[in-house]
């Protein structure tokens, strides 16, 4: 079998993980460049969730899950991005350029308002977390920064 059939199967069994956010309204970034694009400049006005997709189990059980909840919010960001950890690492890599000063975490989920950080949440906040305090922890910075 060649690395290509590996990845092939990777990236078969990630797209669900994927689905689970876009079919929401989530944009995937998947380059550097539309990283770039999403965050910065003009892109960048207003508020943006930034969620950090993993494959891990809290990932599927409580971040993704939470994100759907919170997004039900009467007050919402303007964007919602993702980037997928472990698998666009290069996007990933990019997008936590725009996290200064916070360590690698996946999940994890930024709030930025006009291109500045406001708001993370890093797995520790969300491993061994019940969902709706999750939800909580980022409808109250929603309540906080987005207008």
Known sequence: MTENFYLQQMQTMVQHMRDELTSIGVKEL???EEVDEALKGEGAKGTT????NS????AAGLARPAV??????DKVPDHWY?????????????????LVGQPPSSP???????GQLVHMVHRHEIEN?????????????YDKYCD
Do not use: M, W
């Open 30 to 32: 998947r380059t550097p």
């Open 49 to 52: 969730l930034l969620v950090i």
């Open 55 to 58: 494959v891990c189990g809290c």
């Open 68 to 73: 759907a909840l919170s997004l039900k919010h």
């Open 82 to 98: 993702t980037v997928f950890a472990g698998q666009d690492r290069e996007a990933t890599e990019r997008a936590r350029s725009y």
């Open 108 to 114: 994890s989920f930024a709030l930025l308002k006009d």
């Open 129 to 141: 977390v019940p969902l709706e305090q999750i939800a909580a922890n980022l409808t109250n910075a």
